[in-house]
Every structure is written in structure tokens, then in C-alpha cells.
T-cell receptor, first 113, second 116 residues
């Protein structure tokens, strides 16, 4: 059974810092991994999608890497801003259990001005 | 292009009542998924439609939950009768369909269900 964990559970940083969020998964048989952000009371906003054959994806100040063999992904946020404050979720699209996502518990990020 | 929409945004019902949640996927997306997050837990998969057919309903918690997608467009998720533990946020997502699982899922804003 696929399990996804995220470290840290919460993170508070001053504005301008670079930071890394971690995601680990137990079964490497995945189609892809997707990073989302969720603002309080809102839905999920897709940030980056990495296919299983890819090593990384970049969008603006965000860079996500994927090491499928070790079951890890990182989300790097450069020059953090208060507007980046949100909960960040990673989810893996599993091969062995259908086409659904298995989500991690999330990392709650606070960027202080 | 309109995103995934869900209705209502919030529903408060009493235990034993019935509630129906609706999801309108992005136009042209054959795949439609339901997920939910109960308090303090991870978002969990409920079921997956391909057009009007249920591809995978392994995440449905019990037979009090009934999902339909008539005509392969919008979907409804009915909870009857609702129990306290059904409280949470119900998300719908949709994606294109070509190949196995390669396409990005787009999520709706969710419906917050409170059962009292």
C-alpha cells in the first residue's frame, strides 16, 4: 500500500529565504507526482507535475525534483514571499491501485514579512 | 476556460438527513474523481469515473455513498443517511483521458460538509 509522508509538518521562515519541502513515498510504481498548494478554505491549486520519467520541473520560483528509485521528491521555493504562505501537498499517481492520487498530509508554510 | 466547479460550497445537515454534492468538470475531460478530507486527515480518494462508467470505486467508505455521472458530464455524490463522521471537505477533480495516468488533475474548490 502506497504511503506518502511530508516533512516538515510546519515551517516558518522570514521573507526572502530559500526553502525546501520534502515528500517521500513508499512504492516507486507511480505515473507521476504532483505538488499542490492549498490556501485556507480554498481548493487545491496545482503547482508542478512531474512524470515518472522526469527528474525535475520548474515554474518561476518553484523547482520540484523527483527521485523515483529512492521514493523522494523535493519542492524548492526561491526567495520566499508572504504570499507563498499556504499548505503544500504532494500527491503520487499510483500504478498498482488505479489512476487515483495518494496524498501526503501537507506542510504548512508561513513566510513572515 | 472554466475550471472544475462544485456546488454547494458549504452544507450543514443533521445526522440522518440526505445531502447531494455536485461537480462539474472541465469541459471535455473524460476523467472525474472524488476525494475527501476529514478533519485532521489526509485527502483520500473515493472514486473515479471515465465518462459515465465507474472505473474505480475502491475508496468509497460504505453503501451510504452513491456517486453518479449520467451522460458523462457532471457528477453527483449523495450521502444517505449522513453520519457525523462524514463531515469534511469533498473535492472533485478532472483530467483529460489519453494514456495511463499521465495527465494533470485539476481540482475544484471543494464542498465543506458539516453533519450535526
Amino acid at each position: 500500500k502506497q504511503e506518502v509522508t511530508q516533512i516538515p509538518a510546519a515551517l516558518s521562515v522570514p521573507e526572502g529565504e530559500n526553502l525546501v519541502l520534502n515528500c517521500s513515498f513508499t512504492d516507486s510504481a507511480i505515473y507521476n507526482l504532483q505538488w499542490f498548494r492549498q490556501d485556507p478554505g480554498k481548493g487545491l491549486t496545482s503547482l508542478l507535475l512531474i512524470q515518472s520519467s522526469q527528474r525535475e520541473q520548474t515554474s518561476g520560483r518553484l523547482n520540484a525534483s523527483l527521485d523515483k528509485s529512492s521514493g523522494r521528491s523535493t519542492l524548492y521555493i526561491a526567495a520566499s514571499q508572504p504570499g507563498d504562505s499556504a499548505t503544500y501537498l504532494c500527491a503520487v499517481r499510483v500504478k498498482n491501485y488505479g489512476q487515483n492520487f495518494v496524498f501526503g498530509p501537507g506542510t504548512r508554510l508561513s513566510v513572515l514579512p | 476556460e472554466a475550471g472544475v466547479t462544485q456546488f454547494p460550497s458549504h452544507s450543514v445537515i443533521e445526522k440522518g438527513q440526505t445531502v447531494t454534492l455536485r461537480c462539474d468538470p472541465i469541459s471535455g475531460h473524460d476523467n472525474l474523481y472524488w476525494y475527501r478530507r476529514v478533519m485532521g486527515k489526509e485527502i483520500k480518494f473515493l472514486l473515479h469515473f471515465v465518462k459515465e462508467s465507474k472505473q474505480d470505486e475502491s475508496g468509497m467508505p460504505n453503501n451510504r455513498f452513491l456517486a453518479e455521472r449520467t451522460g458523462g458530464t457532471y457528477s453527483t455524490l449523495k450521502v444517505q443517511p449522513a453520519e457525523l463522521e462524514d463531515s469534511g471537505v469533498y473535492f472533485c477533480a478532472s483530467s483529460q483521458s489519453r494514456g495511463q495516468g499521465y495527465y494533470e488533475q485539476y481540482f475544484g474548490p471543494g464542498t465543506r460538509l458539516t453533519v450535526t
